[in-house]
Each structure stands twice: as C-alpha cells, then as structure tokens.
Nanobody, 119 residues
Framework: QVQLVESGGGLVQPGGSLRLSCTASGNIFSINTMGWYRQTPGKERELVARIFRSMNTNYADSVKGRFTISRDNTKNTVYLQMNSLKPEDTAVYYC?????????????WGQGTQVTVSS
C-alpha cells in the first residue's frame, strides 16, 4: 500500500508564489517518474511538470519559466515551486508517482490540493 500526501496549496494573489509538496509512504522500493497535474471543472486533467529519476524534466508550455519541479529521493518527495502565478493557474493540483512495491510498478495519485490565484 502506497499513500501520497500533498500539501502547500492555498489562496495567493496574482504574481505571488506557492510551493507544493507530495510525499509517498509505504513499502516503497523505488520511485521512477514523479509529476504534477492539474484540473479545473469541466476540463481534463493536464500535465504541469514531471521529473524523471535521471532528473530530466518536462514542463507544460503554459508554465515554462515560472514553475520548477524538483525531487528529493531520500524523502520520496516531489516539489513544485510556482512563481509569477496567474489566475489561469487556479486548479486542483495532483501529484503522481510511479512506485515500485514488491517487484511491481504501480501508478499512484495524491488526493489533490486546491490552488486559487485571485486578488
């Protein structure tokens, strides 16, 4: 059993910053790709950023230059530093991790954390 717990969401003014964290716990042998996704009502969940075990990263075009994804493998944690936030960044943010448990790779999601950008 693996659990992902997210934190760091909230209300921020346009131009402000937030840092999201997502920590995995359980009988974890290894974690490969870690990522952040977001979703707004009526829309599909979309990739925001992901980081591979090699530390290579991908970003959605809409967040390039403003968001930074990082990871701490010793803590099974992925971070998303969000700067210069815009109202269109408002969404529920979900983390996703590819986790190896008992020789089986699984795809796990966090419960989501609300980010609201508004004045």
């Amino acid at each position: 059993q693996v659990q992902l717990v997210e934190s760091g969401g909230g209300l921020v003014q346009p131009g402000g910053s937030l840092r999201l964290s997502c920590t995995a716990s359980g009988n974890i042998f290894s974690i490969n790709t870690m990522g952040w996704y977001r979703q707004t009502p009526g829309k599909e969940r979309e990739l925001v950023a992901r980081i591979f075990r090699s530390m290579n990263t991908n970003y959605a075009d809409s967040v390039k230059g403003r968001f930074t994804i990082s990871r701490d493998n010793t803590k099974n944690t992925v971070y998303l530093q969000m700067n210069s936030l815009k109202p269109e960044d408002t969404a529920v943010y979900y983390c996703r991790q590819a986790v190896l448990v008992a020789s089986v790779w699984g795809d796990y999601w966090g419960q989501g954390t609300q980010v609201t950008v508004s004045s």
